[in-house]
């Protein structure tokens, strides 16, 4: 080691967004001022996956572990622990939040929520300064392009994918080394390209974001590597303009990888020539399809257009085309470097490798995560997301977003792979993986996802443009006391028609969360219908908030917090909700402490 | 007929530049638009008119791709503008309470601009931040587990820069 500590800053969207910026400058000021810019580097690091606990800080070579960590702390870190090796006890994780701090987990390898991770796509982030190419090349970062280009040939590229099994992780799961093979040996056009899809559509999920900003080259490195495969001279990234963060990482690191000779012409020295170029979406979840985001680069509006003919040999400009996701390409250099066999090693027999997760909702530790496929989501919510806070009770869990569908207690036992996810009627997806607890009503889960695709279908084909419309339309009645049991009925029959009759993946896909919560929750569809209720308390017109006059104490906390002033009544004499003003927002059920208002 | 909707505006030397960097590369023009945003914070009808000129792409072209991508704006926003993640993960943490109690606050509806010209409420999906659900953003900056409660206090912060 060049110094004597590392400060690693996490500089992920998340903790960015707590100051990690400030955080950094401080600690480089801190560092300054005890003349130990000769001993200790400071470095911003991609995402640690820990987002609950951010901004995180670690310092090695002890690889103490800092949680929670805010700007002003700079100083009693570098005074104590760096200056006098004292760790500042106050900043440890502290997993069971108890008052004495007694159970402090100091180092990240002892944290649970680390502990069933395997990271191979991860494996930079939260390692290396994502700005600096020589942090990723001394992670051998780029010595699988040199293996591919000076001591490996097409075939052996394609060789080494087939025997590691890896399928895309965009959702589909179709077998990567297949698309390059069709690709490769395309004869219709000279002119080859290779897209990576950093459209990341699903709403509530940030893997590909995660990546892009903690470890770019590793995307810019696969690429060419499928250039240099398929015979492909240019690339395109086709990123959201939501995420400047990493539109940016990715411009420095093109840049810094054109200055070294790793990008551009004459790639090492070879004669192999390769140049990536960024595209930004524009808010638009169909382009994520991959016929409509070839479009989009094109310039056009993204429209999907009927396969066959594939992209692989009629994409870009009608020519032969790659698209992988993000993901897909950051497992690419691992397979080179360690062998599709050792790839192969990790996982289920249909999926191998392992997959990112961003799990949210209602978990304790909420963040992204790395597991080896075949792991069960018991281990995924209880074992590292730590369980579901305030003592509530788990639903369900949702993946593949507004094309998945939900999985329910009596599966958490499941191994996840793409195979047992379909069967239970969800989707592997790109990664999102909300869980829900009984507050959460699956009805409107479904509106909401419903809600989602009608506005962003195209409107291209009548089945997606209309069929969504009256899903969502029946929903709405349902959630709204208006539904009859017929509904039922009706919500399956068109969900059908759209899933056979849809010409892209977000009209046949759209009706899954429809279809998966009719599934498991048929009664809580027919509580709506019939009883016209709504347990989890979500569907606002189906609520009403009451105040027991035996157990209210007109203590007129519930008044002052009603945000519509619909609470009347004197003090220490029961109150009153004049249900004609109540907006239903349970402000006042919240703040009841003697338990004297009900939803019903 | 035409010519006098071709009002004289004065693109910056900035905008000049990249359009000319990119008038000859093919699918340039959701590229083009993104930077014509950027600068104005919409796309104005003058700039969609001259853009229609120089790159001579019809203009019915121009804003058919304006209006497929949710990302671009046919208006001027406010000042400040207010992002709330209406993404799964804010959703289910509250993402709408926190709509609802802005509208209430600012007195406009969800991508409405208040009269003065100073706030926009926008809903929008997912920022990437679904840690820190529910998430809202001022002008770029992210303000995560957010409250209503707190909503007031962000407001201020703003109100009058
Ligand atoms: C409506 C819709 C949205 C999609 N969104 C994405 C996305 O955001 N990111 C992605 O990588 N793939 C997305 N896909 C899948 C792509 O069409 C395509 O299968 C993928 O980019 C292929 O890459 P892979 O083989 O590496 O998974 C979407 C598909 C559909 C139908
Ligand atoms: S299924 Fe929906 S999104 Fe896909 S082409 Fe048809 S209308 Fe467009
Ligand atoms: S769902 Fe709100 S930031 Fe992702």
Redesign the pocket.
Same mark, same amino acid.
């Given at each position: 080691m060049a110094y004597r500590s590392y400060i690693l800053v996490c500089g992920g969207t998340g903790c960015e967004s707590s100051h990690a910026d400030k955080i950094y400058q401080n600690l480089k000021n801190e560092i300054e001022a005890n003349q130990l810019f000769a001993q200790v580097q400071v470095i911003k690091t991609g995402c640690f996956g820990f987002c609950e606990q951010g901004p995180i800080v670690k310092i090695l070579p002890e690889n103490t572990f800092y949680v929670q960590v805010k700007p002003e702390d700079a100083k009693e870190l570098v005074e104590e622990h760096i200056v006098k090796g004292r760790p500042v006890q106050r900043l440890i994780y502290n997993p069971n939040e108890d008052k004495n701090r007694t159970s402090l987990v100091t180092e990240e390898k002892d944290i649970q929520f680390y502990q069933k991770q395997f990271r191979v796509v991860l494996r930079n982030c939260g390692m290396i300064d994502p700005e600096v190419i020589e942090e990723y090349i001394a992670r051998d970062g780029y010595a699988a392009l040199e293996k591919v280009i000076f001591d490996m040939k097409p075939d052996d590229v394609i060789e080494e994918l087939k025997k590691s099994g890896l399928r895309g992780r965009g959702g589909a799961g179709f077998p990567t080394w297949m698309k390059w093979n069709f690709t490769k040996n395309a004869t219709n056009s000279e002119t080859k390209y290779v897209v990576c899809n950093a459209d990341e559509g699903d709403?509530?999920a940030?893997m590909d974001r995660s990546t892009l900003e903690g470890d770019p080259h590793s995307i810019l490195e696969a690429m060419t590597i499928a250039g240099f495969t398929v015979g492909a001279q240019k690339g395109f990234i086709y990123i959201r303009a939501e995420y400047p963060l990493a539109i940016n990482r990715l411009k420095i690191a093109i840049k810094q990888a054109k200055e070294m000779g790793l990008l551009g012409e004459n790639i090492l020295g070879s004669d192999f020539s390769f140049d990536i170029e960024i595209r930004l979406g524009a808010g638009a979840f169909v382009c994520g399809e991959e016929t409509a985001l070839l479009a989009s680069i094109e310039g056009k509006r993204g429209m999907p257009i009927p396969r066959p003919p594939f992209p692989a040999t009629h994409g870009l400009w009608k020519k032969p085309t790659v698209i992988n996701n993000v993901e897909t390409y950051a497992n690419i250099p691992m397979v080179i470097l360690k062998g599709g066999d050792w790839f192969s090693s990790i996982g289920t027999e249909s999926s191998k490798g392992t997959k990112v997760f961003a799990l949210?909702g209602k978990i304790k530790n909420s963040g992204l995560i790395e597991v080896p496929m075949g792991i069960t989501l018991r281990e995924i919510i209880y074992d590292i997301g730590g369980g579901i806070p305030g003592g509530r009770k788990f639903k369900a869990a949702q993946s593949g977003g507004p094309s998945g569908g939900v999985i329910t207690e009596e599966f958490l036992d499941t191994p996840i792979d793409y195979e047992n996810l379909a069967k239970l009627g969800s989707i592997m997806g790109s990664g999102g993986l909300i869980v829900m607890d009984e507050d959460d009503c699956m009805l409107d889960i479904a509106k909401f996802y419903l809600d989602f695709t009608v506005d962003e279908s195209c409107g291209k084909c009548a089945p997606c443009r209309i069929g969504g419309k009256q899903l969502y339309g029946i929903l709405d009645g349902i959630s709204k006391g208006n539904g009859e049991i017929e509904d039922i009925q009706k919500l399956k029959d068109i969900s059908l028609a759209m899933q056979r009759a849809s010409l892209c993946g977000l009209g046949q896909t759209a009706p899954n969360p429809v279809a998966s919560t009719l599934r498991y929750f048929e009664k809580e569809y027919m509580e709506h219908i019939v009883d016209k209720k709504c347990s989890a308390g979500v569907c606002k017109d189906l609520l009403q908030f009451v105040i027991h006059k035996d157990k209210c104490v007109g203590c007129t906390v519930c008044a002052r917090k009603c945000p519509v002033n619909a609470i009347s009544g004197e003090r220490k004499q029961p109150h009153e909700i004049d249900q004609s003003a109540c907006i239903k927002c349970g402000a006042c059920y919240d703040a009841c402490k003697f338990q004297a208002i009900t939803r019903g | 007929m035409f010519e006098k909707e071709v009002a004289g505006v004065e693109l910056s030397a900035e905008l000049n530049q990249f359009i000319s960097e990119w008038k000859e590369k093919p699918g340039n023009l959701i590229m083009i638009l993104h930077r014509v945003q950027e600068e104005y914070g919409y796309i104005p009808r003058e700039v969609a008119l001259e853009l229609s000129r120089m790159l001579d792409v019809p203009l019915a072209k121009i804003y058919g791709v304006i209006t497929f991508y949710h990302f671009f704006k046919l208006t001027k926003p406010g000042k400040n503008i207010i992002q709330v @993640?209406m $993404?799964?993960? @804010?959703y289910l943490k509250g $993402?709408g309470d926190l709509i609802s109690e802005l509208e209430r606050l600012l007195g406009l509806p969800v991508n409405g601009t208040t009269d003065d010209g100073e706030f926009s409420l926008e809903a929008v999906r !997912?920022? $990437? !931040?679904?840690g820190l659900?529910?998430?809202m953003t001022v002008n770029g900056e992210v303000f995560g587990k957010i409250t209503t409660e707190q909503l007031p206090g962000v407001i201020s912060k703003f109100k009058g820069n």
């Open positions: 709403p509530g940030y949210t | @993640c $993404g799964t993960a @804010c $993402g !997912c920022i $990437g !931040c679904c659900a529910p998430v």
